[in-house]
C-alpha cells in the first residue's frame, strides 16, 4: 500500500521547526518564507504555543460538541474583540475549506436561494461548493460542477450589479487579497460598492480571509483596509499556527438552530488550544506592527532589484513578480540556498507568506540569496 499520488514533492523531508528556520531529517537548516501555504502565523513551536498545546494534551484532547466546552466559549468571547467584530458570533471547523463550505450554507439557508458569485482566478478550497466557487475547472468534478455558480471579472462592479438585479442570488464570496491566484485583489471603491448593493438587495457577503487574514495584511483582517465589514468571514490558516482549525465570524442577523450546522472534530479542545495561544502571542508579541514594520522594510529593500518587475499584496502576504517564469528560480531557492517559498497561478510570481514573527535579520538572508540565484 502506498500514498495516494497527487501531490508533487520536492525531496525534503522536515524533522523539527522553530521561529522561521526548518531542519530536515540530515541536519539542513531551511529559511521558511511560505509558512506551509501561510499557516505559520506566530512561528514554527513557538514556547507559548508548545506550552498551550502541551498542557491541554496532559488534561483533555478532545470531546464531543454535544457536551461545554469552555475554550470554545474563550476563544468565541476573545476572537470578535481583538478582530473588531465585538457582536459576531463564532462557529468552529477544521480548515478553511469547510469554514467556506458552512459560509455558503449559511448564507443560502438565510436567504433561501442558491446561486453565488465568485471571481475569476479565485480560490477557496476542494470541498463541495467551495471547490464550485474555485476559478479551476482542473480540479472541479462533474458532482462539484452542479452548484449555481457565476464568475465575474475583480473589481467590475457592474457585472457583480447586473447578476445581483436578476434576483437569484444568495451570496457573494471573495478573497480580499487572492492567494493562489497570484496576489491580486479588489480596490477600495469596488469593495465599498459591492457591501452597499450586497446590503440593498439582502444577498450575504462572504469575506474569505483565509489567507489574507489573521494579521498577514498588517491589519487583522484585510477587508479592514477598505473600510468595510462582512456578513460572514470565513477563517483558516494561521488561525492554529499548524494546527487544523478554522471557523466563520457570522452577523448577528443571523439565527441559529439546533443542527442547522454541525462537526465531528471542530473546535475540540486542542485546536481551542493552539488558537488561544497564537492570539495571546498576537497581544503580547505585537505581532500586527511586526507584520507593518517588516513589510515596509521588505518593500524598499526588495525594490532595488531590477529583475523584480512588480511586488504585489500587503504587509507579509507578498508576491515578487518576474518577467520570466519562477519554477526554476524556486528550485534553486530551495535545493541550493535552502530556503522555502511558494508559487502561485501566475507563473512569473514568487510568493512570500514568512511566519509574522520574521526578523529583518531574516529577510536580508533572503535577499541576498535571492539577489545571488538573479546574478
Known amino acids: 500500500m502506498s500514498l495516494f499520488n497527487v501531490y508533487p514533492l520536492y525531496n525534503i523531508a522536515p524533522e523539527k521547526a522553530s521561529g522561521a528556520t526548518v531542519w530536515d531529517e540530515n541536519g539542513n ?217 478554522g471557523g466563520i465570524l457570522i452577523s448577528p442577523e443571523f439565527k441559529p438552530s439546533y443542527g442547522l450546522l454541525g462537526t465531528t472534530f471542530g473546535g475540540n479542545h486542542l485546536a481551542c488550544a493552539a488558537a488561544l495561544a497564537v492570539l495571546e502571542v498576537f497581544k503580547n508579541e505585537n505581532i500586527l506592527d511586526n507584520v507593518k514594520r517588516q513589510s515596509s522594510y521588505f518593500m524598499k529593500k526588495f525594490k532595488s532589484l531590477p529583475q523584480i518587475k512588480n511586488i504585489k499584496g500587503r504587509g507579509l502576504m507578498l508576491g515578487l513578480e518576474f518577467d520570466f517564469e519562477v519554477a526554476e528560480l524556486r528550485k534553486k531557492l530551495i535545493y541550493e540556498k535552502k530556503i522555502f517559498t511558494g508559487n502561485s497561478n501566475n507563473k512569473n510570481l514568487l510568493r512570500v507568506l514568512p511566519p509574522l514573527s520574521i526578523t529583518q535579520n531574516e529577510i536580508d538572508r533572503l535577499f541576498e540569496n535571492l539577489k545571488s540565484c538573479l546574478e
Open 29 to 245: 537548516a531551511y529559511l521558511d518564507f511560505y509558512g506551509g501555504h501561510g499557516v505559520i502565523s506566530i512561528g514554527h513551536s513557538h514556547p507559548i504555543y508548545v506550552k498551550h498545546i502541551t498542557e491541554q494534551v496532559n488534561k483533555i484532547g478532545f470531546y464531543s460538541n454535544s457536551i461545554i466546552n469552555p475554550l470554545q466559549e474563550k476563544l468565541a468571547n476573545l476572537l470578535p474583540k481583538i478582530s473588531e467584530y465585538p457582536d459576531y458570533t463564532l462557529f468552529l471547523c477544521n480548515s478553511g475549506a469547510e469554514a467556506n463550505e458552512n459560509a455558503l450554507k449559511l448564507a443560502s439557508f438565510h436567504n433561501g436561494k442558491s446561486k453565488v458569485i465568485a471571481f475569476k482566478n479565485s480560490f477557496h478550497g476542494r470541498t463541495s461548493a467551495a471547490v464550485a466557487v474555485t476559478d479551476n475547472p482542473k480540479i472541479v468534478a462533474p458532482l462539484n460542477a452542479q452548484q449555481k455558480v457565476i464568475f465575474c471579472e475583480l473589481n467590475d462592479i457592474n457585472a457583480v450589479k447586473k447578476e445581483i438585479a436578476k434576483g437569484d442570488i444568495s451570496s457573494v464570496i471573495i478573497e480580499t487579497i487572492q492567494g493562489v491566484g497570484g496576489l491580486d485583489e479588489g480596490n477600495t471603491e469596488f469593495f465599498k460598492e459591492l457591501e452597499k448593493v450586497c446590503k440593498e438587495s439582502g444577498v450575504v457577503l462572504i469575506l474569505d480571509e483565509i489567507q489574507c487574514g489573521y494579521g498577514r495584511s498588517g491589519k487583522f483582517f484585510a477587508h479592514q483596509h477598505h473600510g468595510i465589514k462582512a456578513d460572514i468571514i470565513s477563517l483558516a490558516k494561521g488561525m492554529g499556527n499548524g494546527f487544523p482549525i
